[in-house]
Structure formats: C-alpha cells, structure tokens
C-alpha cells in the first residue's frame, strides 16, 4: 500500500494561535503545532499536507482540490464549525474520510459552540486536548485505514 496522504486544514483565526485567547487556545503558535504534525506523520509514515485559511471559500476550494489526491482530512473549521452548511456539503461532495477536531472543548464553552453542522459527515469529532487534538486526528484517520 502507499502511503497515506492526509490533508490539516485549520479554519479562521487560526493563524492567530499564540497571541489570541491564550487561557483558551494555549501559547502554541500555528507554525509550532504544524511542526508537531509534521513530526508524527514521519514517525507514523504518512505524507502531510497543511493548508490555513480565513475564508470560507479558500476552505472550500481546498476541500475539493483535495479530492483524488488525499486519503484523510484533520480539520479544525473554527467558528466555521458551527453554521457553515457550505463547508459541510464540501466534506460530504469529496467523500473523504475526515476528522474534525478543536483545540478547546467546545461543550465547555458558550452554547452556540456546542452543535457542529459539520459533524455528521465527519468520521468522528476530537476536542478539547489542545494542539494534540490534532494528533489525535491524525491517529483517528490512520485508524480508519487500518480498520476498513
């Protein structure tokens, strides 16, 4: 088999990790949790790909490139999560196998955090461990293949 190719998308306002919301999103910049990334994926020996956007149709667009291409999404769609039905009907076009995941537990927070539109055509939801939500995501994906 070759090697598995999964795609880390990290959704609006996550280019600001480090100096925005500390007591809630923790001091690791986004760079540095990338590189966490990077590093499980070469001891696991999977490719990994990332992509940042702000804008919901940048997400878009990245989902549907990844068709054909990638074998499993870790995503973190931010706010994004929670009404985005656009973002939602991408993930469920490409018919990859995706996480969504979060940094902070989103059922601690204010309500409106508390519904994912997003969740129903994931494979499963992480959040709530910080940056290794997204490890955790990555474990999840390579779990899926190793399953099927």
Do not use: W
């Not at 992480?126 to 999840?140: D, N, Q, V």
């Amino acid at each position: 088999m070759t090697r598995l190719r999964i795609a880390v998308i990290h959704g609006p306002n996550l280019n600001m990790l480090g100096t925005r919301e500390k007591d809630i999103y923790g001091t690791k910049r986004l760079q540095d949790i990338d590189e966490e990334i990077l590093r499980e994926a070469e001891k696991q020996g999977f490719e990994v790909t990332f992509f940042q956007s702000n804008s919901e149709g940048g997400l878009i667009d990245y989902i549907h490139g990844c068709m054909g291409k990638i074998d499993g999404i870790v995503l973190n769609a931010g706010a994004y999560t929670h009404y985005s039905i656009a973002i939602r009907d991408a993930i469920a076009a490409v018919n990859i196998p995706t996480v969504e995941v979060h940094l902070s537990n989103i059922y601690k927070r204010e309500e409106f955090r508390h519904s994912s539109v997003i969740a129903p055509v994931c494979v499963g939801q992480i959040s709530g461990f910080g940056a290794y939500s997204y490890i955790l995501g990555l474990h999840a994906i390579l779990n899926v293949y190793a399953t099927s």
